[in-house]
């Protein structure tokens, strides 16, 4: 199973594999500005798009019964 991370480049949400995690501690992570849960995300842009199959989904229900029925997860971390 693939681990991804939902991110956002240039305004648009995408998923992102996750690799290693870096172990420096002087690292520093960009601010990402808004940080939109799936209800939120979905009633700003009108919907969500699945990096499995590239469809729209139009609720958070439909959008975590696709996730799921896919063996996928969405982690908040």
Partial sequence: MTRKRLTYVDGKA???????????PQRKMNAQGEDL??????????????????????????????????NCEIKDW
């Fill in 14 to 24: 995408q998923w992102v594999e996750i690799g290693h995690t870096s172990t420096n």
């Fill in 37 to 70: 849960t799936v209800d939120g995300y979905i009633s700003k842009h009108g919907g969500i798009e699945s990096s499995i199959d590239g469809k729209v989904y139009t609720t958070k229900s439909s959008y975590m019964e696709h996730i799921k029925a896919n």
